[in-house]
Structure formats: C-alpha cells, structure tokens
C-alpha cells in the first residue's frame, strides 16, 4: 500500500513527559510536513522538511522537535507535555509543487 | 496579509438541495487554490485544485480573482457529502494557507 502511515493513532500519556510520533511514506515525496488540528478542526502547519532540510518552521514552542533521518521519514518529537498539545497531529507529504498526501493523523490526550 | 477565510464554521443542508461552502482569500501574487475533505474518522484529502478544473464526486469550484473566491459548490447534496471541508492557499515557497475550515452536515 502506497501512503503515508503515522504510529502511533492514538497516544494517552501524562503532563511532563517526552513522547515521540513516527511518520513515513513510501510514495517517493521530497517534502514532509507536520500539522496539528485542534479541537475546533483548526488546521495549523507547525513544520516542513525538503529533502531533509526543515524549510517550513512556524512559531511553535521549542519543546517541539522535527526530526528527518531520510527523505521518506519526518518524526516529532516533544518534551515535557503540557495539557495544550492535546490534539491530532497529522503528517502529510508531497512532491515540493504538488498536493499534499495526509496521513491517518495521531490523536494525542495530555492527561 | 495573507490568509483564507472560510466563513461558515457549520453549514447544514438537505439532501438534494444544492451546496456552496465559501472561500475567500487574500493572497498578492498569483495563487493556487485546493479544497481539501476529511470525512468523519478519515484523513485529510485532496478534493480538486483550480487548475485542474474539473469536477469531483460532482463538486467543482471556480476560482474568481475579481472577488478573490473560490467557493466549492454541488447542484444536489448528498448524505455521503458530510465531513469537514477546508479551502488551502499555496504560497509561492509552497507552503500551505489554510482556512479554518466548514463542517458541512447534509440532512436527510
């Protein structure tokens, strides 16, 4: 199956604590993004990498951390959890000048 | 400033009635528009683009660069046609604007 697959889709944990999501995509795109979708459906970009390269990087707290080991893959990582980052997030990728692909998303709940 | 404004936070029709969900934008050079669709549990994908042009599961948009609009419109909704829809605005270092999004709920 060609796509873009995010792990975890769901991801309960508690304040404080550092947690990572996955995402990689097999369909040959050079750029990735990361989106968080809060609860009122508000789509926000918060980060995008270009062959590796981070070419998008909005105001989004530092405890927030891309991390792209190769072009098919663009982690996030995020330290110290705080109640607010309760939300989806979601991955997509796509060729530079070409529609998105978006993956299932990751909901994620700060207890 | 750049941005896409989707008016309608909620619009809710009956089925067989025709649809508009609004998007207006304000962008200054020449932009490329998308209406993205993310059905209920599903993720977020690509509807049409306005240069393709073309119709999908019967919607079609038009872009207006006299009213900077490109509403999304269907003759006859359909059950099927419930989800959020979202109107996205690339920027020539290609990033993504997106609007805040409509959730369009289609009554029987």
């Known amino acids: 199956d060609t796509a873009v697959s995010q792990t975890p889709k769901y991801l309960v944990t508690q304040m404080g604590n550092d947690k990572s999501i996955k995402c990689e995509q097999n369909?040959?795109?050079?750029?990735m993004y990361w989106y968080k979708q809060d609860s009122k459906k508000f789509l926000k970009i918060m980060f995008s990498?270009?062959?590796?390269?981070?070419?998008i990087n909005e105001t989004v707290p530092n405890r927030f951390s891309p991390k792209s080991p190769d072009k098919a893959h663009l982690n996030l990582h995020i330290n110290s959890l705080e109640l607010g980052d309760s939300a989806v997030y979601f991955c997509?990728?796509?060729?530079?000048?070409?529609?998105?692909?978006f993956g299932d998303g990751t909901r994620l709940s700060i207890l | 400033a750049q941005r896409v404004t989707q008016p309608e936070k909620l619009l809710s029709v009956f089925k067989g009635a025709p649809v508009e969900l609004k998007c207006n934008y304000s962008?200054?050079?020449?932009?490329?528009l998308f209406w993205y669709v993310q059905y209920s549990r599903q993720r977020l994908q690509l509807l049409l683009r306005?240069?393709?042009?073309?119709s999908i599961k019967g919607f079609t948009a038009d872009l207006n660069k006299g009213e900077t609009s490109f509403h999304l419109k269907k003759p006859f909704a359909q059950e099927e046609d419930s989800a959020m829809y979202y109107c996205?605005?690339?920027?020539?270092?290609?990033?993504?604007?997106w609007g805040a999004g409509t959730k369009l709920i289609i009554k029987p």
């Open positions: 997509a990728s796509s060729p530079l000048n070409q529609p998105q692909h």
């Open positions: 369909l040959g795109h050079d750029t």
């Open positions: 990498y270009n062959n590796k390269e981070l070419i």
């Open positions: 962008y200054s050079g020449s932009p490329e």
């Open positions: 306005h240069i393709s042009r073309e």
């Open positions: 996205a605005l690339r920027r020539s270092n290609y990033q993504l604007i």
